[in-house]
């Protein structure tokens, strides 16, 4: 088990999502993240992704990005799994094109819990045979399972 399976749900879980820019692949993560949670509207959790990354880039290198922000409706920490058909450009620090992503959402007033989950993603999506793990899922169920330990 991991802390993965605190925050992250089959339904927020798709692989080999089409990812043909950046901003079209926020709109897919709004839209998987407001469909799962209704009490989560599309268009302000879209705002807040393309907001946030304003500031910076999300994406770690090796093809990794994190994108996150904090949405006042957010009822509790949020992730969402995604894998991409193709490799998009995310202005990473190495310039390599990112194909896995974990987007994290959560409530407005929780700096520190944002801070302390986004370091053990961050920490998870740096091991490499994790990471090769995810990328060879054949199907968004098997990228669910891989990602929080569950087998079988």
Known sequence: MNFLTDILSP??????????????????????ISEDQPSLVYEAVLS?????????????GQGIAIPHCRVDACPQPLGTLVTLEQPIDFDAPDDQPVDL????????????????????????????AFCRQLRNAQDSRGLFDLATGHMG
């Open 11 to 32: 339904g927020r879980t798709v692989c080999h999502a089409p990812g043909a820019s950046k901003k079209r692949l926020f709109e897919t993560i709004a839209r998987i």
């Open 101 to 128: 992503l974990f987007a994290l959402l959560v409530p407005g007033e929780a700096h520190q819990q944002h801070l302390d989950i986004l370091a053990n993603v961050a920490r998870l999506f740096s091991q490499a």
């Open 48 to 60: 807040q992704l393309i907001a946030r990354e304003k500031l910076g880039s999300t994406g770690l």
